[in-house]
């Protein structure tokens, strides 16, 4: 499996935006990739996915504000995050499936990149 590093991360005012990025170590091309997050005391999160085929999925909370996007030559994802609220400070992680179209949890996660939105 590809290491993963996060970075982008940092600390906004309501409705702000961030870029958070992905770079893998090895190819990315065919594996579904995603955004998770975990804010204290929480559950981690499923933010977003992104098919090999650019399908994408959202989580209820983020949709509309939140757009997932890769960039295969360059073995990255991306996370825009626009109009951002206090409720999406987190801990964020990308991850890399082992198949094309659906997450599977079998790879590890990285150190992940905070996010901090104040009010």
């Known amino acids: 499996q590809a290491q993963l590093v996060e970075s982008g991360g940092g600390f906004v005012q309501a409705g702000g935006s961030l870029r958070l990025s992905c770079v893998a170590s090895g190819s990315i091309m065919f594996n579904a990739m995603a955004w998770y997050r975990q804010a204290p005391g929480q559950e981690r999160e499923l933010v977003a996915t992104?098919?090999?085929?650019?399908?994408?999925n959202y989580a209820e909370s983020v949709r509309g504000r939140f757009t997932i996007s890769r960039d295969n030559n360059k073995k990255t994802i991306y996370l825009q995050m626009n109009n951002l609220k206090p409720e999406d400070t987190a801990v964020y992680h990308c991850?890399?499936?082992?198949?094309?179209?659906?997450?599977?949890?079998?790879?590890?996660w990285g150190q992940g990149t905070q996010v901090t939105v104040s009010s």
């Open positions: 991850r890399q499936s082992t198949r094309s179209d659906v997450m599977d949890g079998l790879t590890s």
């Open positions: 992104i098919t090999s085929r650019r399908f994408t």
